[in-house]
Nanobody, 125 residues
Framework: QVQLVESGGGSVQAGGSLRLSCAGS????????MGWFRQAPGKEREGVAT???????RYIGSVKGRFTISQDNAKNSLSLQMNSLRPEDSAMYYC???????????????????WGQGTQVTVSS
C-alpha cells in the first residue's frame, strides 16, 4: 500500500516559483513510475511530469524548461520545482504512483493506481 500526501501549494504571482512535495512516494516492485498531474476547474486531469525508477523524466510541452520533477527514494519523497509560473498553471496538483505503459512512464491516468489528495496552486497575473 502506498499513501501519498502532497504539500507546498499556495498562491504566487506570475513569474514566481513554488516547490511541491509528495511524502510517501517510493519506487517499489509494483510502482515503477511517479508523476505529477493537475486539474483545473472544468478541465480534465492532465499529466504534467513523470519520472521512471531509472531516472528518465518526461514533461508536457507547456512546462518544459520551467518545471523539474525529482524523486528521493531514501526520503520517500517526490518533488516538483515550478519556476516562471503562469496563470494557466493554476490547478489542483496531484502526485501519483503507477506502472509503465509500453515500457515507459507516460501520462495516462489509468497507469497510476495510487493518488494523493492534491494541493492547490494559484498563479495570479
Amino acid at each position: 500500500q502506498v499513501q501519498l500526501v502532497e504539500s507546498g501549494g499556495g498562491s504566487v504571482q506570475a513569474g514566481g516559483s513554488l516547490r511541491l512535495s509528495c511524502a510517501g512516494s517510493r519506487f517499489t516492485s509494483s510502482t515503477y513510475c511517479m508523476g505529477w498531474f493537475r486539474q483545473a476547474p472544468g478541465k480534465e486531469r492532465e499529466g504534467v511530469a513523470t519520472i521512471d525508477r531509472d531516472g528518465t523524466t518526461r514533461y508536457i510541452g507547456s512546462v518544459k524548461g520551467r518545471f523539474t520533477i525529482s524523486q528521493d527514494n531514501a526520503k520517500n519523497s517526490l518533488s516538483l520545482q515550478m519556476n516562471s509560473l503562469r496563470p494557466e498553471d493554476s490547478a489542483m496538483y496531484y502526485c501519483a504512483a503507477g506502472v509503465r505503459q509500453w515500457g515507459l512512464c507516460l501520462f495516462s491516468r489509468t497507469s497510476y493506481n495510487y493518488w494523493g489528495q492534491g494541493t492547490q496552486v494559484t498563479v495570479s497575473s
